[in-house]
């Protein structure tokens, strides 16, 4: 009993030293995404830049020094479930991106699907995407970190606000029903992922031109099928978009897909606001 207080104290201990006293830094010497992706990922360092994983991930050894804090119990969106380590390093360098005072998991890539092996190093989540406003410049194809007290004084032609600093959920309108507990997560590369009960709510307004086959995948699940109904005309928040998928799944997302439907993202964390631009 006494060595497992001490296992909790430190974990405890180690958990405030990174959120309250020095918490997570990145510096990104490279802000260039890579191009013509789905998802965000940082070009250099192969980050996913997900707002959907509440922590970070590392798929490889960097030879950085590091120390156990505690075992991780981590599933991905279909509810698949790995056993990992997590670690805390004073520093961690890969390539182009730094970062300092992070606690992470550790995941062999021999547990991870073969497009995860080939795209990433890594996923840098919400507790240390919290510590920074970011700036997503899919003209420019560019991702920056700036501190939170930076005011980004631009009209946004949409606006999506969630309250919890680490799960990004929001309630919004798709279609004339309204949807609660969408996750925002960027990880997810489609447009919207709902539940089938809501398409089914959806379709008494309007009605999908297009219904198919698709695959989806997860940190730890690879090409899991999937029905695809695509939509044109259809109105989320009062907003009128072309064309938008919407995948039948087991979690409400809103994903990357959605995300480049605009130039710009300034995801606005003092503020706990994602404000989406046209050009």
């Known amino acids: 009993m006494g060595i497992l207080l001490f296992v909790l104290l430190c974990i405890i201990g180690v958990d405030t030293f990174c959120y309250w006293l020095f918490p997570t830094k990145i510096t990104l010497k490279d802000n260039s995404i890579k191009e013509n992706k789905k998802h965000i990922i940082l070009k250099n360092s192969n980050l ?12 490889m050894d960097f030879g950085q020094k590091n120390f156990p804090v505690a075992i991780s119990i981590d599933f991905d969106y279909s ?72 005011i980004y004084n631009h009209t946004p032609q949409f606006t999506l606000r969630y309250s919890n600093a680490t799960i990004p959920k929001t309630t919004v309108s798709i279609g004339g029903v309204k949807i609660k507990n969408v996750l925002i997560d960027s990880g997810f590369n489609s447009d919207i992922m709902l539940l089938t009960s809501d398409i089914e709510q959806i379709d008494r307004h309007i009605n999908p031109d297009t219904i198919y086959d698709t695959f989806t995948s ?25 064309t938008i998928s919407i995948i039948d799944g087991p979690k409400r997302l809103i994903g990357t897909g959605f995300f480049r439907k605009f130039d710009r993202v300034f995801w606005d964390s003092k503020n706990r606001e994602v404000r989406f631009y046209r050009d």
């Open 48 to 59: 996913l830049w997900d707002t959907g994983s509440n922590g970070t991930y590392i798929f």
């Open 218 to 242: 997860g940190m730890f699940s690879d090409r899991i099928p999937n029905k695809a109904y695509r939509y044109t005309n259809i109105e989320i928040a009062g907003m009128s978009f072309d």
């Open 79 to 150: 509810y698949k479930i790995k056993f990992n380590i997590a670690k805390y390093s004073n520093c961690i360098e890969m390539d182009s991106a730094k970062l300092q005072n992070i606690i992470y998991k550790n995941i062999g890539v021999s547990d991870i699907p073969q497009w995860y092996k080939n795209e990433k190093n890594g996923i840098l989540g919400m507790n240390v995407i919290n510590n920074y406003n970011w700036i997503v410049d899919f003209d420019k194809n560019t991702l920056q970190n700036l501190p939170k007290t930076t």
